[in-house]
Structures are given as C-alpha cells and as structure tokens.
C-alpha cells in the first residue's frame, strides 16, 4: 500500500492551496482518513480526519480556514486550505485506516509528507 500525498508548496499569507493524498495497492476498504503535520522542532499534530461516512474533524487552530474532504472511488483524501498563516507552516502527512484484501482489520499507513510553506 502507497500513500502519495501532493500539492505542498510556497504559499503568501491569506492564500489556498490544496493538498492530496492518494492511495494504492491490494486495497479492500478505506476507513477513516486524516491529514496530520509536523514543524519544525514540534511533534505531529492532527489537522483534520474524515471517515468513511464522511464526517469530520478539526483541529481548532484550522476550523473555518480548511476543509478535509475525500472521492471514495478515487481512494482519495483531499485537504482544502484558505486563509493561510505562517504559522501553518509544516510537513503535511497523510493518513488513512486500510483494510488489504484478504484481512479482516485495518492497519494504519502513512505518506511520506508534502512540505507547505506560508511566508511573504
């Protein structure tokens, strides 16, 4: 199983950018997923989660600025930011809860991280 995530990248403050996270391989079912990031010096921290029904979860640092959404057929997680700070400055990951064909539970896996930077 793969996660990739794309489109980090250099951002001015107050500017979008949206973030994806695909995955692949010998894939039974997608459960939840999430986008967690990382600074500088400061432990991964969670950002936002969505399950497999669609309901969702914010950090509050992010509500009302970004928006995690997911197209199940697409074994895709997206993550919507807007109003951007410096302080959102990190290494996103992405997460996700899947169950591989011919197992029973699922198992968590992670992408290796896309860098966002927000500065003038």
């Avoid at 509050?60 to 930011?81: C, E, H, P, W």
């Avoid at 198992?107 to 500065?119: A, C, E, L, M, P």
């Amino acid at each position: 199983v793969q996660l990739v995530e794309s489109g980090g990248g250099l951002v001015q403050p107050g500017g979008s950018l949206r973030l994806s996270c695909a995955a692949s391989g010998s894939i039974f079912s997608i459960n939840g997923m999430g986008w967690y990031r990382q600074a500088p010096g400061k432990q991964r921290d969670l950002v936002a989660t969505i399950t497999s029904g669609g309901s969702t979860n914010y950090a509050d640092s992010v509500k009302g600025r970004f928006t995690i959404s997911r197209d199940n057929a697409k074994k895709t997680v997206y993550l919507q930011m807007n109003s951007l700070k410096p302080e959102d400055t990190a290494v996103y990951y992405c997460d996700a809860n899947i169950t591989l064909l011919g197992s029973w539970q699922g198992t968590h896996y992670w992408g290796k991280g896309t860098q966002v930077t927000v500065s003038s």
